[in-house]
């Protein structure tokens, strides 16, 4: 069975930094792309990091560059976000998500979030 | 970036309905589209990918439709267990995904 596990949300004060890990068990961990989506309270959500299966590819949303920091260790089965620069605006629960991929037979696959852990809240107040 | 919209926000319905949701693209994503379900106090859950695929273990009832910029995510015979949130997500401009806002579905 697929297991994200999120931990290392709290309260932080604006301009404060946390670290966000996801802990993962029952599938390859080192073939899979992963990601962290947010989600404020009440409110949708939002895509905020991707990094490959390898740790050579990443990207980040423009709300969140240049602050967050997202890596991983394939030898843990660990997937982690380091958020700096807090901002209220960035308070919201954080999943850590595994990318799925479906193939047309020709063409980029499509691409959707398959599994998901239970998130973990990030609280940004002075 | 791709805006996803989606109506309408929220929706009544009863249990044995079916009931339709509509996702709308800024612009042609082919079918690189998928839907998901929210439960209160959960994490998402994947439906549909690839605009009409249903995802294994979720139940026949559930269907998908569309392609270019007009979705539809289907709801046939409602379950108490199926009011929730729903939210269209795309990912032609992979890996910049954007989601729709997310419709409310509730008795």
């Known amino acids: 069975e697929v297991q994200l596990v999120e931990s290392g949300g709290g309260l932080v004060k604006p301009g404060g930094s946390l670290r966000l890990s996801c802990a993962a068990s029952?599938?390859?961990?080192?073939?899979?792309?992963l990601n962290w989506i947010r989600q404020a309270p009440g409110k949708g959500l939002e895509w905020v990091s991707s990094?490959?299966?390898?740790?050579?590819?990443?990207y980040y949303a423009d709300s969140v560059k240049g602050r967050f920091t997202i890596s991983r260790d394939n030898t843990k089965n660990s997937l982690f976000l380091q958020l700096n620069s807090l901002r209220a605006e960035d308070t919201a629960v954080y999943y850590c998500?595994?990318?799925?991929?479906?193939?047309?037979?020709?063409?980029?696959?499509?691409?959707?979030?398959?599994?998901w852990g239970q998130g973990t809240l990030v609280t940004v107040s002075s | 970036d791709i805006e996803m919209t989606q109506s309408p926000s929220s929706l009544s319905a009863s249990v044995g309905d079916r009931v339709t949701i509509t996702c709308r693209a800024s612009?042609?994503?082919?079918?690189?589209l998928n839907w998901y379900q929210q439960m209160p106090g959960k994490a998402p859950k994947l439906l549909i990918y690839a605009a009409s695929n249903v995802q294994r273990g979720v139940p026949s009832r559930f269907s998908g439709s569309g392609s270019g910029t007009d979705f539809t995510l289907s709801i046939s015979n409602l379950q108490p267990e199926d009011f929730a949130i729903y939210f269209c997500q795309q990912s032609y401009n992979a890996p910049l995904y954007t989601f729709g806002q997310g419709t409310k579905l509730e008795i």
């Open positions: 998500a595994r990318l799925g991929t479906y193939f047309y037979g020709s063409g980029r696959p499509d691409q959707y979030f398959d599994n």
């Open positions: 029952g599938f390859p961990f080192s073939t899979y792309t």
């Open positions: 612009q042609n994503i082919n079918t690189y």
């Open positions: 990094i490959s299966s390898s740790g050579s590819d990443i």
